[in-house]
């Protein structure tokens, strides 16, 4: 930039765009200044190197609020857990239901776990009656990842993700 190009001469474009053709360094820096603005080696592999006329400081902010706006809208997804048991009642499922709506919402994964405790666990056929009633009462905004499972002996699981 500007005082740093050593290599003469230099294909010039100016700050509209147009090829100003080849010149010396000091003829291109002088027209620059006489603009009011920088002269950037845009690219020096080329020979002889392209080097424009343009507002350095300007161009270094755009980029940098570029950045920072890209990176707003990115969003990490988070695993969300919601836990059940297998003698969960219909009210108390509606409301993890409700939860688990918004949390897909915020385009985050829902993990559901029912439960089995004692004699719960020669029920399991009741925790995966549970899990596809939940699948049916959320197919309007979730897609199943992982399919209702026995995990470890005693837990069910299912895995939810947002659609797209």
């Given at each position: 930039m500007n005082d740093r190009?050593?290599?003469?001469?230099?294909?010039?474009?100016?700050?509209?765009g147009e090829m100003l053709g080849e010149m010396p360094t000091a003829d291109?820096?002088?027209?620059?200044?006489?603009?009011?603005?920088?002269?950037v080696e845009v690219s020096p592999e080329v020979r002889p190197p392209v080097c424009r006329i343009m507002d350095y400081g300007k161009t270094q902010y755009e980029r940098g609020k570029k950045q920072v706006n890209g990176s707003k809208r990115q969003r990490n997804q988070q695993l969300k857990q919601i836990r059940l048991r297998a003698k969960t009642g219909q009210h108390d499922i509606e409301f993890k239901v409700n939860k688990a709506?918004?949390?897909?919402?915020?385009?985050?994964?829902?993990k559901i776990n029912v439960l089995f405790r004692g004699r719960e666990n020669a029920h399991h056929?009741?925790?995966?009656?549970m899990l596809e009633g939940i699948i049916e009462m959320l197919a309007d905004t979730a897609t199943?990842?992982?399919a209702p499972s026995m995990d470890s002996g005693r837990s069910m699981t299912m895995t939810l993700i947002p659609k797209a």
């Open positions: 190009i050593r290599i003469t001469p230099v294909r010039v474009v100016n700050e509209k291109a820096l002088a027209l620059a200044a006489g603009v009011g603005m920088d002269l709506r918004a949390f897909l919402e915020r385009k985050d994964k829902v056929e009741r925790g995966r009656e199943v990842e992982r």
